[in-house]
């Protein structure tokens, strides 16, 4: 699991973690993959390419601060600088040509001035949002407002999230580990030493695991694209 700043997420399990941590202002739905509001409560036209975002009331970080205009325009314009090298950077400038808070940095909107048209706004604004002021550090965490919080980080092994409402039923704990070894996730799930593993097995792998009555495999829709690529300038392709 590497550096979970949204502002730095550059693989999928890394991102998985983010999101538990991290609020944006919309979300990506798991049925059919279409975006629905997060910290987002409206979402209006203000002129040919203009559009501005209500946030939610009463949205906090886990340190108690509150979450506001200000915060949102600042974590998509630190992503926007290219001297802090955001992954994420390149999409924003492409989008956006400004974003302001029209009411201030406290206040509840924020608007973002577009270069074009785009469909895919709401999508796009799926990125999770720290305080006004963090600095983008890969060796640090910064407060989030989601669901959990990082309770410690195990260096390169994992991480361990916290719930912040903890409630009954419920695992206090998330606990998320690095096992680059294909054989050693597997065993890891056949022994009951991990619960879940995203993405992580080769089909052949798979196929054995639909046949393991402890094991339950799910399939789902997902955004992600993988491509082979074939050399066409070499023989037999050219």
Same mark, same amino acid.
């Given at each position: +699991?590497?550096?979970?700043? !949204? /502002? @730095?997420?550059?693989?999928?399990? %890394?991102?998985?973690?983010?999101?538990?941590?991290?609020?944006?202002?919309?979300?990506?739905?798991?049925?059919?993959?279409?975006?629905? &509001?997060?910290?987002? %409560?409206?979402?209006?036209?203000?002129?040919?390419?203009?559009?501005?975002?209500?946030?939610?009331?009463?949205?906090?970080?886990?340190?108690?601060?509150?979450?506001?205009?200000?915060?949102?325009?600042?974590?998509?314009?630190?992503?926007?600088?290219? *001297?802090?090298?955001?992954?994420?950077?390149? @999409?924003?400038?492409?989008? =956006?040509?400004?974003?302001?808070? !029209?009411?201030?940095?406290?206040?509840?909107?924020?608007?973002?001035?577009?270069?074009?048209?785009?469909? %895919?706004?709401?999508?796009?604004?799926?990125?999770?949002?720290? !305080?006004?002021?963090?600095?983008?550090?890969?060796?640090?965490?910064?407060?989030?407002?989601?669901?959990? /919080?990082?309770?410690?980080?195990?260096?390169?092994?994992?991480?361990?999230?916290?719930?912040?409402?903890?409630?009954?039923?419920? &695992? *206090?704990?998330?606990?998320?580990?690095?096992? &680059?070894?294909?054989?050693?996730?597997?065993?890891? @799930?056949?022994?009951?030493?991990?619960?879940? +593993? =995203?993405?992580? =097995?080769?089909?052949?792998? +798979?196929?054995?695991?639909?046949?393991?009555?402890? +094991?339950?495999?799910?399939?789902? &829709?997902?955004?992600?694209?993988?491509?082979?690529?074939?050399?066409?300038? *070499?023989?037999?392709?050219?």
């Amino acid at each position: +699991v590497g550096p979970i700043d !949204p /502002r @730095l997420l550059r693989d999928s399990t %890394t991102a998985k973690v983010s999101r538990l941590v991290y609020r944006g202002l919309y979300r990506v739905r798991g049925e059919d993959l279409g975006a629905e &509001p997060d910290l987002a %409560t409206d979402l209006v036209e203000d002129g040919d390419l203009r559009r501005c975002v209500a946030i939610e009331d009463g949205a906090s970080f886990h340190d108690g601060r509150p979450l506001r205009a200000g915060d949102v325009a600042f974590t998509i314009r630190s992503a926007m600088e290219p *001297r802090n090298r955001s992954p994420i950077g390149g @999409l924003y400038r492409d989008r =956006f040509t400004r974003v302001d808070t !029209p009411e201030g940095e406290d206040g509840d909107r924020v608007c973002f001035e577009l270069r074009s048209p785009v469909a %895919t706004l709401k999508t796009d604004l799926v990125l999770g949002i720290v !305080p006004r002021g963090t600095t983008i550090d890969p060796g640090r965490d910064p407060v989030g407002a989601g669901p959990y /919080r990082v309770h410690r980080r195990d260096g390169d092994r994992g991480v361990v999230l916290e719930r912040v409402r903890p409630s009954e039923g419920s &695992p *206090r704990f998330a606990i998320f580990r690095t096992l &680059p070894d294909e054989n050693t996730r597997l065993l890891a @799930l056949l022994s009951g030493d991990g619960d879940l +593993v =995203f993405n992580g =097995f080769s089909p052949p792998v +798979v196929s054995l695991l639909e046949e393991a009555p402890e +094991v339950r495999v799910l399939r789902h &829709p997902s955004i992600a694209v993988t491509y082979l690529t074939l050399n066409t300038t *070499r023989a037999p392709l050219h």
